[in-house]
């Protein structure tokens, strides 16, 4: 199926809402064991990057599982980093992680060489996909390790809908809405291939994990 584009920031506050309310947690504890499978024993004491990091939800389970690292979240959306915050307070990781308002590309980010850049399910919101891998280049030391999780989008349109019955039957419409349209957002792996070889990280390695998830890993 061809791409349709969604729009790049969840800054309604209900569709954020939904959001951050949704049981994420097997994809999620997932990004954070996939991430320690590839770089073990990283990122350690170093600093790490999420960029689209909404709610946080990743940014806590990554931070509880990697107690010696400092984490930076940038988001676009005030409205998903209201909830961040809210996330990282319950969690009491306010001294390890700073969340950051900012549209990539332009954001300033306080950081520079970070030791991994991590990000879940930005790539598909994006206008222009090559943004995530340049910023990953700017933010990132050489040598960091990348870490991506994104969406599959589907073959065809009968495979859209038995992903959305599986996986979102019992959802709110509001996130079953959103969850199709990212589906057909998001990107095959042969295309995130092409853009990380465009993006000089062709060594990066593309592996689909998941009837609907991909990841991107390798060293900046
Ligand atoms: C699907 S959510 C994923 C949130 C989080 N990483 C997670 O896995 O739960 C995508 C997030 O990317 C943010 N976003 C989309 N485009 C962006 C951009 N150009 N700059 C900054 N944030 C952006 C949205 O506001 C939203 O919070």
């Not at 949704?22 to 073990?40: G, K, Q, W, Y």
């Not at 960029?51 to 409205?79: E, S």
């Amino acid at each position: 199926m061809d791409r349709k584009p969604e729009p790049e920031l969840m800054d309604d506050e209900a569709q954020a809402l939904a959001y951050a309310q949704a049981d994420f947690s097997e994809a999620h504890d997932r990004f954070v064991a996939l991430f320690t499978e590839c770089f073990p024993g990283e990122p350690g004491s170093g600093v790490c990057l999420d960029l689209g990091c909404g709610p946080a939800d990743v940014l806590v389970r990554f931070a509880r599982a990697h107690p010696a690292c400092r984490l930076d979240g940038v988001d676009g959306a005030p409205a998903m980093l209201a909830l961040a915050e809210c996330a990282v307070g319950a969690a009491h990781l306010q001294d390890r992680v700073r969340l950051i308002h900012g549209y990539l590309p332009g954001a300033e980010l306080p950081g520079r060489d970070y030791d991994a850049v991590i990000s879940n399910s930005l790539l598909h919101h994006l206008a222009v996909p090559a943004v995530l891998w340049e910023t990953a280049k700017r933010y990132g030391r050489p040598g960091a390790a990348l870490f991506v999780m994104d969406l599959l989008r589907p073959d065809t349109p009968a495979r859209l809908d038995e992903l959305v019955r599986r996986h979102a039957a019992d959802a709110p419409s509001v996130l079953q809405r959103d969850f199709r349209n990212s589906l057909l957002a998001a990107y095959r792996p042969d295309e995130v291939k092409a853009q990380l070889e465009h993006a000089g990280l062709g060594s990066c390695r593309v592996s689909v994990i998941s009837d609907r998830h991909w990841i991107a890993f390798g060293r900046l």
